[in-house]
């Protein structure tokens, strides 16, 4: 029998049975009024979640990666520089998108493990005296490794170097579940999608535009037709849509986003950071650590467990799967093995945290990891039953 | 937001996604032919989990409380005897149905938390000489004490006392989770519901009935219309039912039994009997100990726990919807307090199991029984990983 | 492929998109105070459509059948007398029960196609001196006949008569379609289905119970336990419920009645009357009439078509299903093959209707009926153009 | 209330139910082998559903838009030359997309309701000495007119004219509903997109490659990185996706040609033709015409109706949602106002295009269009009970 564990992949996460709901719809025809009706609260759902005052949203039948694209090419030319840096599997991959575009990226090389490197950031835009740099692309929460960057510390370096250089944010496994503030940060574009902190199917690129980015984009000329934000804008003031929009998506983002408003914004956050604290708790009552080198970069939307020596984390990940039915996430890139991933982001409660825990535990004893069952769980109990709010048992 | 843990009262059950999608079906007109298609594989599927050799399944429209109605009012009539052992709050309420419907009921009392009394009900018999006692009633599981009888010994002892008793079983909390023998127990009625190993929404009475018990119904008095027998064997007969009946619990029925089918009947017994000790180990590692009076007496189904002196079983279950979102059943009638129940059946994994496991420890360290957290846990970590097969991910 | 063509049987009806999703839900703990939060909503909107200004509101996981056995053994005894005419199968049906249950039923024989008759149920009820006669049942809406009967007449013969019995009706095919009121007609009783005008599933018995009613089960010695209302309201004060409930459909009846009250109930039933006259000119235009005796009795939820000589309406309803996948009605007992039946109650269009009309047209044609392709449909067609309200598309 | 009619615009088109489950799944991890057991039916389904006999699918979170883009995109290089016909406008769209990947497009201008003009097709290919043209782009059914093109024909003349260039086909509203030939065609890319003949919400472009066309991306130099079709095989190699899959609409493509399959290829384009032809009776019956400029360019998923001389199709379009809540779809660019359009394509049956021309005729009398009502649904019934094959109710 197909058993329904949580999954612990950091995206996509666990659906709420609501959100599924509200996906599942029939046919509505996307040139009528209806679709509009249905359009807005979305769009002005995304533009709270992100803390915009100003600018668009943007919504496209895409991904995260169809998201970075979006970005890039509706505001930049071929040629244009870039500056990022690369610490994580998903850092290097919108580099490499930039550099298939034919942009010319500044890269700072950081080692995995860390943060975007706020000195090294400000250095470089201060040496870009020629202003050749256009946009400067942030991982703001490095899916691969566990780590947050610090977004407004990097708003803070640009506006020390006084660099007009637009601000690029990926917030693929950061928005919805930690804090976002697109209007006090200055950010110029935020990456999202739907399979993240809101908690639904994977098929929506979720994008918050500045009027700046906007504006880019009168004189960008890189090549775009699907991901064109004009046709986009242009459709959208009149109810409409450039082509055939995912109209059950677009509804499930706008019951998500009442799901996320009912429980607060700011409750979501403080959920996220409680399970994530308790997930790190039990790694330390392992003996282990996360793989992001100081608290103050720990996810809490993912947490990359480093493995202890001669350990495999890919074969965790294997085991639990065949095993226990349950999904982890491996490590990728030049941590594979190294590391194996606990995603805690979404529709997820203590008592799921808490069966995850338990199952890896289970794997690391039977791949004789040296751990005490039930150690990393009474760990992240303890933290729990100190921290939790009462929640109301679901009637849904 | 409304949060999806898994519930563990014992019944309703955890319902799979498929058999959801199973059950919410458009309307089908139930006089056409594609009714009798549909109708057939539940029936049948039915026959197959009680092991039925002869005689005939009924689907009514009802729950287990309409499944005890319609095994008696089918069969007997005002003033008949009936033989019944009260062990748990659902004994108790069959036989409380049966003198509500005028039968005299011979109770045999018996301390909760024991089973059917094999000897007493020989013995009960066997002083019938007049064969008055037209039925024997059986709780084969309590579900109040987690407590499972042994429904092949009393079999063996109407047949020793030579008594022509027709035996009732209320399946309700067994049927589909545990081993269960129509044919090979000589049962007459069968009655289970929907809504726990089944793995099906409340809503249906589920019946086996011999052919004896059919036989029956052409003397009995009771009355009865929407339990009719005899009017569901005749609509049945032509492809039909007499009246409006539950289609899509019909279809999930058939669903569902395909879901137990193709983890294998045994395969189901040997997973909700692997969950069911793992749960009692952890018992066990709490220093508690089930109600059930002695290990043979263990329900594979749920399992009541018995609190230490001085704590509330209902408190916790309290604590547990209030705090953590998490349903277990408390103590009912002479045990309300005492116990608080476990619920392990239907649709479950080992690591829902241990969700719930640590989430019952935190409530007792939260109310200050005397437990350490992740002992229980513990103690199920190292059965389940020693004993689990490997299951495959759910790609449903 | 399974095509999803609507159903115009008279039950159970198209299902909302809505409702279905609001029936389907994961298992919710039915002893936790969520169970009472979806309960109450359920009760006080099935006041609301039944037009109650006291008494109570009971729901059982049943039928409409099952309804009928829970009224009159709640408050009958054996041996009691009740007044009921005979006009219709489901009349007779609610009279077998009686009698199966040992009741006195004084039936009154009346022309099927004719509605109650309420001169004669006066005299009879006059005649009854003794008051003998404990309750008189009305069928509201005989679905067999399509055929509606006046019970504020009913009330006024009892009135008339000064007779004390209790009304009980059979609304199982007219509430939440068809004007109905509880208080203004004195009902002490009355009987719905989920699947009828409620666009509900099948499964859930709704009943109406005057004080007068409840008053009467204390002397009632009729047995039950299933249906016992004194169980009922004893748990429901709790905010529980006797055994384990229906819980999706009592979700899905409360969003059910939300949607009809969206809608506006004084809209709902003129939208059921606009639907039916226009299926009635279409009858008139195919050269056919209803078979109800006269305008005042038509149904507005059901029409019988009485066929032409020599025509066979089963055989209509027949070849609509298998070449056409449409689903109709076919005549029951005396009418069998003389009408077949078209349903047009629940989620309903003007559009949905039409088809249903094409497609009869096509069958008549195909069957060497004597019709003009498309003469229903544009008599219908041309009522429905002026009298349709706008409605908005669904965007659901 | 939101009522649910069939909607009739060419695409999205109405879901069937059990499509809609496939579709609405819990999250799976696309990482784990589970994903691939999912994956490679859907892409082993188009590939017999497109008749391809060498080459790769591709499918992509995106649409037919995005199909386009993605087509041009890995084959092309800036400055390339492709050929195209615009006679609506989709192929007028898809025009304007190379135009803005930088493109050279030879633009053959074909009035508005012919097809793709295969002597001027030959012509240019024959005139391109030098064989700068890459490739001939064709709409097979050209949306916006209801005008099916030749496609073998297209095939026909580029090998008369002994030209090596590619054939791109946008198959969007044909694929899955009209015979489609990738092997016998000698297609080098078909686009489709999940929203049509597939039955699907909107959200997955769907293509079939031939090798050709992948060889082509070796040296295509237009950027792309959401669309690239190497990162796509090369992960599809490995039983992976290059980023977060569309799963829900992978399950829900495997299941929908499941359905398509089970009613056989053949027959469900012999539906889509029985249904239009019955949709062109009703046309000529009201006086009308398609605009397809002959009948062999006649679509069987669309028909475009010319309105009478001063009549406004797109009133009728507006009046047809609000006064009946059913979609048809208006003209579009210079056929605006000059026709409305029924789409005819995915789960329809005859009972619903009926009430769709239904609704026509209504809304034609409404604005006092020279219409008789039923008139055009009686020339459908005439076809359809002539044509239909028996179908089997609905038992889903």
Redesign the interface.
Known sequence: ?????P?F?P????????V??A????????????FA??FKPAVEGVRRVLKMDEGEVILI??????G??AAV?NTLSPGDTVLAARFGMFSHRWI??CQ???LDVEIIETPWGEGAPLAAIEKALRADKGHHIKAVLATHNETATGVKSDIAGIRAAMDAAGHPAMLFVDGVSSIASMPFDFAGWGVDIAVA?S?KGFML???LAILGVSPKAIAAMETAR???????FKDMLASYAKGGY????????IAGLAHAID??E??GLDN?YARHHRLAEGVRRAVFAWGMAPFAASPDLYSDTVTAVKVPPGCDGTALVQLA???????F??GLGEVAGKVFRIGHLG??????V???L??A??CM??LGWPV????G??AA??Y??GT?E???????
Chains 1, 2, 3, 4 share one sequence.
């Open positions: 029998m197909s058993m329904q564990n999954v992949i995206g996509p996460t666990n659906i709420p049975d609501s599924r709901k996906c599942d719809m029939g046919t509505l025809d996307h040139r009528s009024p209806a009706r249905l039948p895409s991904t995260g990666t169809g970075w694209e090419t490499d998108l298939r575009h034919k999608g399979q199917p994977a098929g890189l090549p775009r037709t699907f991901f064109d450039p082509y055939t929009p995912a109209v059950g998506l799901l996320l009912s429980e979501v799967a065949s095993k226990y039915g349950m999904a996430g491996v529709m997820l409660t203590e008592a799921m808490l069966s995850g338990a199952v535990e289970m004893a039977d005490t069952l039930g150690s769980v009474a109990q303890e729990y039953r939790i009462a929640v109301a048992l679901a009637a849904e």
